[in-house]
Protein backbone atom coordinates (compact mmCIF):
# COMPACT_ATOMS: atom_id res chain seq x y z
CA UNK A 1 0.00 0.00 0.00
CA UNK A 2 1.28 3.74 -0.86
CA UNK A 3 2.79 5.37 1.99
CA UNK A 4 3.89 8.74 2.23
CA UNK A 5 4.96 10.01 6.13
CA UNK A 6 6.28 13.50 6.90
CA UNK A 7 8.31 14.47 10.10
CA UNK A 8 8.48 16.36 12.17
CA UNK A 9 4.85 16.59 12.88
CA UNK A 10 5.86 20.38 14.03
CA UNK A 11 9.13 22.13 14.20
CA UNK A 12 10.04 25.59 16.04
CA UNK A 13 12.64 27.09 14.54
CA UNK A 14 14.85 30.89 15.78
CA UNK A 15 14.87 33.23 12.49
CA UNK A 16 17.98 32.43 10.56
CA UNK A 17 18.31 28.95 12.38
CA UNK A 18 18.95 26.20 8.95
CA UNK A 19 16.65 22.76 9.55
CA UNK A 20 15.44 19.83 6.95
CA UNK A 21 12.12 18.96 7.10
CA UNK A 22 11.70 14.68 5.92
CA UNK A 23 9.14 12.85 3.76
CA UNK A 24 9.80 9.46 3.71
CA UNK A 25 7.44 7.30 0.75
CA UNK A 26 6.78 3.84 0.39
CA UNK A 27 5.36 3.68 -3.08
CA UNK A 28 5.38 1.49 -6.57
CA UNK A 29 6.75 3.30 -9.57
CA UNK A 30 6.91 6.71 -8.22
CA UNK A 31 6.17 9.25 -11.26
CA UNK A 32 6.86 12.20 -8.99
CA UNK A 33 7.21 13.90 -5.30
CA UNK A 34 5.66 17.35 -4.96
CA UNK A 35 6.38 19.84 -2.33
CA UNK A 36 3.41 22.01 -1.58
CA UNK A 37 3.19 25.09 1.39
CA UNK A 38 0.05 25.98 3.06
CA UNK A 39 -1.06 28.60 4.82
CA UNK A 40 -3.77 28.60 7.35
CA UNK A 41 -7.23 29.49 5.58
CA UNK A 42 -5.45 28.66 2.34
CA UNK A 43 -5.21 26.12 -0.22
CA UNK A 44 -1.62 24.19 -0.94
CA UNK A 45 0.96 26.11 -2.96
CA UNK A 46 3.01 24.36 -5.37
CA UNK A 47 6.82 24.36 -4.88
CA UNK A 48 8.85 22.00 -6.46
CA UNK A 49 8.57 18.56 -8.05
CA UNK A 50 10.76 15.87 -8.12
CA UNK A 51 11.20 13.23 -10.85
CA UNK A 52 13.92 11.13 -9.85
CA UNK A 53 16.60 10.11 -7.21
CA UNK A 54 19.64 12.28 -6.84
CA UNK A 55 17.51 15.47 -8.12
CA UNK A 56 17.65 18.84 -6.77
CA UNK A 57 15.22 21.89 -6.78
CA UNK A 58 15.98 25.37 -5.09
CA UNK A 59 13.53 28.13 -4.55
CA UNK A 60 14.76 31.20 -1.97
CA UNK A 61 15.83 29.56 1.02
CA UNK A 62 14.33 26.17 0.47
CA UNK A 63 15.94 23.29 -1.11
CA UNK A 64 14.39 20.17 -1.75
CA UNK A 65 16.02 16.51 -2.46
CA UNK A 66 15.05 13.30 -3.33
CA UNK A 67 16.66 9.67 -3.08
CA UNK A 68 14.96 6.08 -3.40
CA UNK A 69 13.13 6.14 -0.29
CA UNK A 70 12.85 10.30 1.00
CA UNK A 71 12.55 13.94 -0.04
CA UNK A 72 14.02 16.44 2.38
CA UNK A 73 12.91 20.02 2.01
CA UNK A 74 16.41 22.26 3.45
CA UNK A 75 15.27 25.36 4.87
CA UNK A 76 18.30 27.88 4.84
CA UNK A 77 18.49 30.70 7.61
CA UNK A 78 14.27 30.90 7.34
CA UNK A 79 12.57 33.65 8.15
CA UNK A 80 9.10 34.01 10.31
CA UNK A 81 6.99 34.68 6.59
CA UNK A 82 8.66 30.89 6.23
CA UNK A 83 6.13 29.67 8.77
CA UNK A 84 3.60 27.59 7.52
CA UNK A 85 2.74 23.64 6.94
CA UNK A 86 4.45 22.03 4.43
CA UNK A 87 2.76 18.90 2.57
CA UNK A 88 4.22 16.49 0.51
CA UNK A 89 2.72 14.18 -1.96
CA UNK A 90 3.65 11.27 -4.32
CA UNK A 91 2.33 10.67 -7.58
CA UNK A 92 2.66 6.94 -8.75
CA UNK A 93 1.79 3.97 -11.16
CA UNK A 94 -0.84 4.72 -13.55
CA UNK A 95 -2.62 7.45 -11.36
CA UNK A 96 -3.35 11.25 -12.31
CA UNK A 97 -3.66 11.92 -8.35
CA UNK A 98 -1.38 13.10 -5.77
CA UNK A 99 -1.23 10.61 -1.77
CA UNK A 100 -0.23 13.33 0.50
CA UNK A 101 1.40 13.06 3.64
CA UNK A 102 0.00 14.82 6.61
CA UNK A 103 2.50 17.68 6.53
CA UNK A 104 5.18 19.26 9.09
CA UNK A 105 3.99 22.42 10.80
CA UNK A 106 7.10 24.77 10.63
CA UNK A 107 6.86 28.15 13.66
CA UNK A 108 9.71 30.77 12.79
CA UNK A 109 10.53 32.34 15.63
CA UNK A 110 11.59 36.18 15.61
CA UNK B 1 -5.00 35.51 -12.28
CA UNK B 2 -7.55 33.89 -10.81
CA UNK B 3 -6.32 30.08 -11.23
CA UNK B 4 -8.73 28.11 -9.45
CA UNK B 5 -11.82 29.10 -7.42
CA UNK B 6 -14.22 27.72 -5.45
CA UNK B 7 -17.54 28.71 -4.03
CA UNK B 8 -18.85 29.10 -1.69
CA UNK B 9 -15.98 29.60 1.23
CA UNK B 10 -17.99 28.75 4.34
CA UNK B 11 -21.04 26.66 4.37
CA UNK B 12 -22.92 25.26 7.16
CA UNK B 13 -25.37 22.70 6.65
CA UNK B 14 -27.56 20.25 8.69
CA UNK B 15 -27.94 16.72 8.50
CA UNK B 16 -29.78 15.37 5.37
CA UNK B 17 -29.83 18.14 3.46
CA UNK B 18 -27.74 19.14 0.14
CA UNK B 19 -25.76 20.97 -1.32
CA UNK B 20 -23.13 21.68 -4.56
CA UNK B 21 -19.69 22.64 -3.98
CA UNK B 22 -18.74 24.62 -7.17
CA UNK B 23 -14.86 24.94 -8.56
CA UNK B 24 -13.82 27.03 -11.90
CA UNK B 25 -10.47 27.47 -12.98
CA UNK B 26 -9.19 29.32 -16.26
CA UNK B 27 -5.55 27.78 -16.72
CA UNK B 28 -7.15 25.72 -19.40
CA UNK B 29 -6.35 22.53 -17.75
CA UNK B 30 -7.41 19.23 -18.81
CA UNK B 31 -7.66 17.64 -15.53
CA UNK B 32 -9.44 18.52 -12.15
CA UNK B 33 -9.96 17.00 -8.95
CA UNK B 34 -11.80 17.47 -5.31
CA UNK B 35 -10.55 16.36 -2.29
CA UNK B 36 -10.91 16.61 1.52
CA UNK B 37 -8.58 17.69 4.15
CA UNK B 38 -9.01 16.78 7.98
CA UNK B 39 -7.28 17.37 10.98
CA UNK B 40 -4.34 14.64 11.58
CA UNK B 41 -4.90 13.77 8.18
CA UNK B 42 -3.22 14.47 4.62
CA UNK B 43 -5.51 15.52 1.68
CA UNK B 44 -7.63 12.84 0.13
CA UNK B 45 -8.55 12.54 -3.33
CA UNK B 46 -12.55 12.16 -3.67
CA UNK B 47 -13.22 12.13 -7.15
CA UNK B 48 -11.12 13.00 -10.21
CA UNK B 49 -11.90 14.03 -13.50
CA UNK B 50 -9.02 12.85 -16.12
CA UNK B 51 -10.73 15.27 -19.08
CA UNK B 52 -13.60 17.09 -20.18
CA UNK B 53 -16.85 14.45 -20.21
CA UNK B 54 -14.62 11.95 -17.88
CA UNK B 55 -14.68 11.59 -13.83
CA UNK B 56 -13.85 8.92 -11.78
CA UNK B 57 -13.64 7.57 -8.55
CA UNK B 58 -10.70 8.12 -6.36
CA UNK B 59 -9.81 7.35 -2.14
CA UNK B 60 -13.13 8.07 -0.28
CA UNK B 61 -16.13 8.55 -2.91
CA UNK B 62 -18.95 7.72 -0.84
CA UNK B 63 -21.71 9.76 -0.04
CA UNK B 64 -20.57 12.10 -3.04
CA UNK B 65 -21.01 12.82 -6.84
CA UNK B 66 -19.17 15.33 -9.53
CA UNK B 67 -20.23 16.67 -12.71
CA UNK B 68 -17.43 18.30 -15.04
CA UNK B 69 -20.14 20.75 -16.47
CA UNK B 70 -16.78 21.73 -19.46
CA UNK B 71 -13.46 22.41 -19.33
CA UNK B 72 -13.46 24.95 -17.17
CA UNK B 73 -15.84 23.87 -14.12
CA UNK B 74 -15.71 20.44 -11.72
CA UNK B 75 -18.69 20.45 -9.23
CA UNK B 76 -18.92 18.41 -6.16
CA UNK B 77 -22.35 17.10 -4.67
CA UNK B 78 -23.39 16.38 -1.51
CA UNK B 79 -26.89 14.63 -1.91
CA UNK B 80 -27.96 13.84 1.93
CA UNK B 81 -25.58 15.43 4.42
CA UNK B 82 -23.80 13.46 7.06
CA UNK B 83 -21.83 14.73 10.17
CA UNK B 84 -18.92 13.09 8.60
CA UNK B 85 -18.80 15.17 5.45
CA UNK B 86 -17.57 17.83 8.20
CA UNK B 87 -14.10 19.02 6.30
CA UNK B 88 -12.45 21.29 4.47
CA UNK B 89 -12.87 20.76 0.81
CA UNK B 90 -10.09 21.96 -1.90
CA UNK B 91 -10.75 21.79 -5.98
CA UNK B 92 -7.33 21.41 -7.96
CA UNK B 93 -6.70 21.73 -11.67
CA UNK B 94 -3.77 20.44 -13.45
CA UNK B 95 -2.52 20.69 -16.69
CA UNK B 96 -0.77 17.98 -19.66
CA UNK B 97 2.26 18.02 -21.54
CA UNK B 98 4.81 15.53 -22.12
CA UNK B 99 4.37 13.76 -18.79
CA UNK B 100 0.66 14.09 -18.00
CA UNK B 101 0.71 12.19 -14.89
CA UNK B 102 3.30 14.48 -13.22
CA UNK B 103 2.37 17.90 -13.84
CA UNK B 104 1.81 19.74 -10.54
CA UNK B 105 -1.62 20.22 -9.32
CA UNK B 106 -3.23 23.73 -8.25
CA UNK B 107 -5.27 24.06 -5.67
CA UNK B 108 -8.31 26.87 -4.65
CA UNK B 109 -8.63 28.23 -0.96
CA UNK B 110 -11.30 25.40 -0.13
CA UNK B 111 -15.10 25.27 0.80
CA UNK B 112 -14.97 25.08 4.74
CA UNK B 113 -18.05 23.01 5.50
CA UNK B 114 -19.79 22.17 8.66
CA UNK B 115 -22.58 19.71 9.03
CA UNK B 116 -24.66 19.53 12.51
Known amino acids: EDQVTQSPEALRLQEGESSSLNCSYTVSGLRGLFWYRQDPGKGPEFLFT???AGEEKEKERLKATLTKKESFLHITAPKPEDSATYLCAVQAGGANNLFFGTGTRLTVIP | NAGVTQTPKFQVLKTGQSMTLQCAQD?????MYWYRQDPGMGLRLIYYSASEGTTDKGEVPNGYNVSRLNKREFSLRLESAAPSQTSVYFC???????????????FGDGTRLSIL
Open chain 2, 27 to 31: MNHNS
Open chain 1, 50 to 52: LYS
Open chain 2, 92 to 106: ASSGTGLKPYNQPQH
